[in-house]
């Protein structure tokens, strides 16, 4: 393996004295670098809505999202996967993620586990990923041989693959169907992908989990209306989100959130339309979950 090759391995000369700088000065040139990230992410752009959407038509038709990385990568995949759940209400096995070495490697590095590609096939079996399923590898150089052979094996059993890595022509944008290759340059530190690179995949992974879940219906405009209101502060979300829609006093939105499980969607049909609990559960079901559609906003 040719580390020289890879821009995220190269040393960036603006930086070959920071052992020697302030705090305040070192501070000041990451934040400047890092600044250099949403640039990068908006040049890949394209690739990257051409993914979701093809993403989303899967998922639509029942499909999974599966993130799949090692190291850092792997540990962003399955920060993302954990947020769906709670924000979105999906079921854990919806999106999720697979990380070189187990679920111990979330906490415990295992970085000799990136270079298992059995360990990455058998992974894709193990999750019995099919066809109306998306794997996304995820690595920064494009070339960790875990995600490698989890990618080929996923696009062999028909799955949409992606391949989102920080160097240009990289292995995995070869492997996977859609390719995003999100040019962030050297790091800070020469090779600590967990800084720039880092920054960038997160953005990605926002943006998938993000749109595929407005896209299939899971916000009513930019409110969170699937969300699980497992906490205080997110049953006072679920009232203010029922009163903005419905204009409903609080004492209502409350009484309608109580009487329907505290499923927001559900609480505004029933509040709109006055509809008890098993009828608003019925219209919203008849618009396949997308509440703008079963409070009749679409044409």
């Known amino acids: 393996m040719n580390l020289s090759e890879l821009t995220t391995e190269s ?3 603006r930086f070959a004295e920071i052992d020697t700088m302030s705090v305040g000065d070192l501070a000041a040139a990451m934040n400047a670098a890092d600044t250099t990230v949403p640039a990068a992410v908006a040049a890949a752009l394209p690739s990257i809505t051409t993914a979701i959407e093809a993403t989303a038509a899967r998922m639509e038709a029942g499909g999974r999202l599966v993130y799949v990385g090692a190291g850092t990568p792997g540990r962003l995949g399955v920060l993302d996967a954990s947020e769906c759940p709670p924000t979105f209400s ?45 794997v996304v590898g995820i690595a920064s150089s494009g070339r960790t041989p875990y995600v490698l052979a989890a990618v080929r094996r996923a696009r062999e059993l028909g799955a949409l693959t992606v391949g989102l890595s920080c160097n240009t022509g990289a292995p995995l944008s070869a492997a996977a169907g859609h390719a995003i290759e999100v040019l962030v340059g050297p790091e800070v530190i020469s090779g600590s992908t967990r800084l720039k690179a880092g920054t960038a995949q997160k953005l990605v992974l926002n943006m998938f989990s993000t749109i595929v879940m407005v896209r299939l219906g899971k916000t009513y405009g930019n409110l969170m209306v699937d969300v699980k209101a497992s906490n205080g502060k997110l049953r006072e979300r679920a009232v203010r989100m029922v009163r903005t829609i419905t204009g409903a006093g609080r004492d209502e939105a409350l009484a309608a959130l109580d009487a ?4 927001v969607k559900q609480a505004v049909v029933a509040t709109r339309f006055d509809l008890p609990p098993r009828e608003a559960a019925a219209r919203l079901a008849a618009a396949g979950g997308r509440l703008r559609a079963a409070l009749g906003e679409l044409s």
């Not at 906490?107 to 399923?133: I, K, M, N, R």
């Open 260 to 263: 329907n499980g505290f499923n």
């Open 90 to 134: 999906t079921p854990p096995e919806q999106v999720f993620a697979i990380i070189a070495g187990g679920e111990s490697a979330i906490v415990s590095p295992c970085e000799g586990a990136e270079d298992d590609e059995e360990a990455g096939a058998a992974a894709v079996d193990a999750a019995q990923v099919g066809p109306l399923d998306t």
């Open 11 to 13: 040393a960036d000369p």
